[in-house]
Each structure stands twice: as C-alpha cells, then as structure tokens.
C-alpha cells in the first residue's frame, strides 16, 4: 500500500470516528456557524436533467435542499466517511431521492467515471476544503470532473479579515478541535487554476469575511 493509500485510509478513519455519533446532531449544530450554503445553493441555476455532484456529502443535507429547489438535476455525492453516507441516504430516501448515486471515495482521488458519469455540470463543496488535508489536489479533481461549461461552487470558512484579531484566533483554535483549518490560500489557488483554464471566477466574502464564496466556471466547449 502507498503512503497516498495509507494517508487516505487514515483520514477515513478519523472522519468516522469523529461522525459516528456526530452526525445525528450534524444537522441542528452547525446551522448556527455554518454560513453561507443556502445562498450558494440558491445560485447554483442548475438546469433541468443536469447532474449534480456534492464533495464531501455528508448528512446528504444540502443535496436534499438541491434537490427540493431543483427537481429535475440528477443528485451525486461522494463522503470519505461511511458513517455520514449511511445518514445521507436515509436523509435522501425521506425526501424521495433514492435515485442519487453516493459513493465513499476521497475527494482528493476521484472521477466523474467512478459514477459511470463523463462529467458534472455543477460541482458543490461544502465547508470540506478546510477538512481536507490535501485540500488543493480536490480541486484539481473537483475541476477536472466538471463537464465544459460547467460550474464548482465553493462554500468554506473565510479568514474572518474584518474581525477583530481576537476573535479570529479563538475560532480558529475552536475550529482546530475539530480538524478544521480555513484554507487563507483558497482564492489564491482559485486564480491560478482559472488563468491556467480560461476559467471565470466569482470570489465573495460574507459577514466580513467569516465564509467565502466561490464560483468557478469551466469555458464551454469551442463550437
């Protein structure tokens, strides 16, 4: 086994360690910090009959709200953690969307043919980058699965850069606790990928840069 397999296989692990009792209260805890998703959800336009995948799923809640606003996409997702996909299939089976396709894989080490996909039109992550250790290598795969034309849409915690120092320290020690670190590189990597592709970028802070948003669109294939 490699030592990519064996990091992986570790942080497998730990997320289900950490889920396995976590995520029945998932859901009801971190709406209360977790900002930013519904307006992500909101603009991602998807189209009718578009295939719509999710990094790092778990409790399969915002693929339910996807699938509510947008009835017509075809729902996929991927969790490196079995404990929270059993939740989101649950989830997803009470909302009548048995028809999304969950796999456990590694965001950092998949394609859109390990769902018998030749891409996605919309790729969504969700506050996962900053629990990703190897967070730029998901997205390159995340931008490498998008179909052209294309979108990833990015919701994570900002650097909190209109708060006072202090209370950008306790989060982030807080947030340390639960193997959290923001990404203060994620707009940055964000620019290089879409000058290397052509690719159009929306880059937002809200609530003075607690959560950042980020929209980066594939070009289209040239006629």
């Known amino acids: 086994m490699s030592a990519v397999q064996v990091a992986q296989n570790n942080h497998a692990r730990l997320m289900d360690r950490m889920y396995r009792y976590q995520r029945y209260i998932y859901d009801a805890t971190r709406k209360y910090y977790l900002f930013g998703r519904d307006t992500m959800i909101r603009e991602l336009a998807a189209p009718t009959g578009a295939s719509v995948l999710e990094i790092g799923c778990g409790t399969g809640r915002n693929l339910a ?52 996909e030749s891409g996605f039109e919309r790729i969504v992550i969700s506050y996962a980058l900053s629990m990703i250790p190897e967070w730029e290598r998901a997205i390159d795969a995340a931008i490498a699965a998008l179909k052209p034309g294309g979108s ?17 320290s306790l989060l982030q020690a807080w947030l340390r606790r639960f193997h959290v670190t923001p990404r203060e ?7 290089r990928n879409g000058e290397r592709h052509g690719a159009a970028l929306e880059l937002k802070s809200i609530g003075r840069g607690y959560a950042w948003l980020a929209v980066y669109r594939r070009p289209a294939a040239a006629e």
């Open 152 to 168: 990833l849409h990015i919701a994570d915690f900002g650097q909190q850069e209109g708060w006072p120092g202090g209370f950008r």
């Open 185 to 191: 590189m994620l707009f940055e990597v964000l620019r």
């Open 65 to 116: 709200m996807i699938g509510d606003l947008y009835p017509g996409v075809h729902l996929f997702g991927l969790d490196i953690s079995a404990e929270m996909l059993t939740s989101a299939r649950a989830k997803l089976g009470r909302r009548g969307r048995r028809d999304a396709t969950l796999i456990a894989a590694d965001a950092t080490n998949f394609s859109a043919a390990d769902f018998g």
